[in-house]
């Protein structure tokens, strides 16, 4: 089985600083990561992913995240937020192999102001 | 293209009605999945459908809870003898599998159940 950790329920940022959302993971077998974004009364959105390869990957709105098999974190990062940005982001993993069912984490809230 | 659609978008229900979702996947999209959001207890995986092969049903929390899919494509989940507990968001997303059996889920808008 596998589990996701999303430690921050809430990240309050100024617009324009960085920010850094953390996930770690547990898990017995190789598993995909990503990240999805929800606003308001929306559905998920992909924002990026880690199947295989580098582990830096870039993602939509200027997002990126990077896989650390070692510290088994898959942790996201913006270097200068905006105010668009607010949202509740969510970490996933799935097994790598077949169609495989996702796990969450409990979200972060992001959340952009002035 | 189109992405995954889902209806209703909002549900009223009472409680010990039965209610019908309904899911429309990206079309070619082999996988279907069902997952609930709710305030206690984050995003679940409820069941999916892979294919011509037999369901994994082992989301699903009770026997009140069940889905098909139809001909490949649309999935409906029916609720029976709704409960207030049961009172979430219903997420529906699909999946194409890639090179090398990689694949990545796309997200309908959800369907809003609120059971009174």
């Known amino acids: 089985a596998q589990s996701v950790t999303q430690l921050d329920s809430q990240v309050p940022v100024f617009e324009e600083a960085p920010v850094e959302l953390r996930c770690n993971y547990s898990s017995s077998v190789s598993v995909y990561l990503f990240w999805y974004v929800q606003y308001p009364n929306q559905g998920l959105q992909l924002l990026l992913k880690?199947?295989?390869?580098?582990?830096l990957v870039k993602g939509i709105n200027g997002f990126e995240a990077e896989f650390n098999k070692s510290q088994t974190s898959f942790h996201l990062r913006k270097p200068s937020v905006h105010i668009s940005d607010t949202a509740e982001y969510f970490c996933a993993v799935s097994r790598t192999g077949t169609a495989s069912k996702l796990t969450f984490g409990t979200g972060t809230r992001l959340q952009v102001t002035l | 293209g189109a992405g995954v659609s889902q209806s209703p978008s909002n549900k009223v229900t009472e409680k010990g009605k039965d209610v019908e979702l309904r899911c429309d996947p990206i079309s070619g999209h082999t996988a279907l999945y069902w997952y609930r959001q709710s305030l206690g207890q984050g995003l679940e995986f409820l069941i999916y459908?892979?294919?011509?092969?037999?369901?994994?049903k082992s989301g699903l929390p009770s026997d009140r809870f069940s889905a098909e899919r139809t001909g490949g494509s649309v999935s409906t989940l029916t609720i029976q003898r709704t409960q207030q507990e049961d009172s979430a968001v219903y997420l529906c997303a699909s999946s194409s599998r890639g090179a090398g059996g990689r694949e990545t889920q796309y997200f309908g808008p959800g369907t809003r159940l609120l059971v009174l």
């Open positions: 459908f892979q294919g011509n092969s037999a369901p994994d």
């Open positions: 880690y199947l295989s390869g580098s582990t």
